[in-house]
């Protein structure tokens, strides 16, 4: 050690040991979270969960294969993600060594991975499917260029998952220079919006589970907690509830002003509003639900902005008829908060972002109840319905609780809190 460094060491370590006594105060000022025992009596929801079967990608794989040759479109190809989840059953890490599938127009899928990869993308795929394989000093794209150009009497069209990284695409460009390439979009979304029978189960579950922690926590959040001791509880809850990939988080006080939080810690105090928004998934299928209460006592103010935002999701659900353009779901709210001299538009105090979003194997997929989407609302066709009103510098209240569209009209994955005196639902 350097002599200078030496003797700064020994300074720091002097000041940090006179200053101990102080920490050892502060830390004992600071609030902290109390033991969380009843949440070690919860149990597992998932027992009876049904998960995606293969005989049901392998329609998924039909049905976008008709998409596909109705287009004149020769095959798609896939990354890892939820897509490739969607179609294969296969959950693979992304990487800068391309691991992809190529699902052809006639049914075909092309699986493309490194040589020392081969046996574990095996175990996944099953002995049917082609496996090209490439050595680390070997091109993936011209080894995926030569199979297509084998396989295809004249170039054709090659469309992309909107998932799939931009090297991608511009690498298969280069090996198949006369071909044309388009996203998938249009093919991919004609699938995933619309969900199985299974798929809304799977998604009931997750809302379940979701709502379950909820009312869980709620009687556990105390004076002093910071916003991640809450969040801490949350995660906890729907661990052992069987949830998984929870995310989500906690604002409270001014934080819940801004939609996705402060950076800023805050600490839950009497008549302060705490906002809490969650997810987690089944089977991959996905919840979100947001919770606004009250710690003690409401004032008239608190109580008439979330009585707003739940009439919002009551329009909102009315509204949500099939065959609605679904922008129109986001233009009568943001309309009847105008009214209530919030906004106009996006502006605060409002609703400053778009009503809601799909919902399936990912939180956010198209389509959005969003005031410039025109789309016709389907059956099976799954959304958020989450209306907001943000004080900025004050506070703001968020209730979100997903739907899905049937024949008949909208249905509740799950059901919003009656009052703000039972917050939870």
């Not at 300074?11 to 969380?36: E, F, G, Y």
């Not at 993936?140 to 295809?152: C, E, I, N, R, Y």
């Not at 170039?155 to 695409?169: K, M, N």
Request: charged fraction near 20%; proline fraction near 6%; hydrophobic fraction near 40%.
């Amino acid at each position: 050690m350097h002599p200078n460094s030496r003797r700064h060491f020994l300074r720091s370590t002097a000041a940090v040991a006179a200053m101990t006594p102080v920490l050892a105060r502060a830390a004992r000022d600071v609030p902290q979270v109390q033991s969380a025992s009843p949440l070690s009596k919860l149990q597992s929801m998932t027992a009876t969960a049904k998960y995606i079967s293969d005989a049901e990608r392998g329609g998924r794989r039909d049905k976008l294969g008709r998409l596909l040759k109705e287009r004149g479109v020769f095959a798609v190809l896939i990354e890892p993600g939820s897509t490739l989840d969607y179609f294969t059953g296969v959950r693979w890490s992304l990487s800068e060594r391309l691991t992809a599938v190529l699902i052809t127009a006639e049914g075909a899928q092309i699986y493309v991975t490194p040589a020392f990869e081969e046996s574990r993308l095996r175990e996944y795929v099953g002995a049917t499917p082609q496996i090209l394989t490439w050595e680390e000093d070997q091109d993936p794209f011209t080894l995926l260029a030569d199979w297509v150009k084998g396989h295809s009497k004249r170039a054709g069209t090659l469309v992309f998952d909107e998932g799939i990284r931009y090297f991608a695409p511009y690498r298969m460009g280069e090996a198949l220079g006369d071909w044309s390439f388009r996203s998938a979009a249009p093919e991919v979304n004609a699938c995933r919006m619309i969900k199985s029978e299974s798929e809304l189960a799977l998604m009931q579950l997750a809302n379940d589970i979701t709502v379950a922690a909820y009312r869980a926590v709620h009687p556990l959040v105390e004076l002093g907690m910071v916003s991640t001791d809450v969040s801490a509880l949350m995660h906890q809850a729907l661990g052992r509830l069987g949830g998984e990939k929870s995310s989500g988080g906690v604002q409270v006080g001014k934080g819940s002003a801004l939609p996705h939080g402060s950076k800023e810690p805050e600490y839950v105090a009497d008549a302060m509003v705490v906002m809490m928004d969650f997810v987690c998934a089944v089977g991959g299928y996905r919840s979100d639900i947001s919770r606004t209460f009250v710690f003690g006592e409401a004032n008239d103010n608190q109580r008439r902005l979330w009585n707003l935002v739940r009439q919002g999701q009551d329009m909102a659900f009315a509204k949500a008829q099939p065959g609605t353009p679904a922008g129109e779901v986001d233009k009568i709210v943001r309309a009847f908060y105008e009214s209530e001299g919030l906004g106009p538009d996006y502006q605060l105090p409002g609703l400053s972002h778009r009503l809601g979003h799909g919902i399936g194997l990912d939180v956010h997929e198209p389509i959005n109840f969003v005031g410039n989407q025109t789309a016709p609302l389907e059956a099976g066709m799954c959304f958020s319905n989450e209306p907001g009103i943000y004080v900025p510098g004050q506070y703001g209240v968020r209730i979100e609780d997903c739907l899905y569209i049937t024949k008949e009209g909208p249905r509740w994955f799950s059901e919003p809190p009656a009052s703000i005196d039972e917050p939870m639902g």
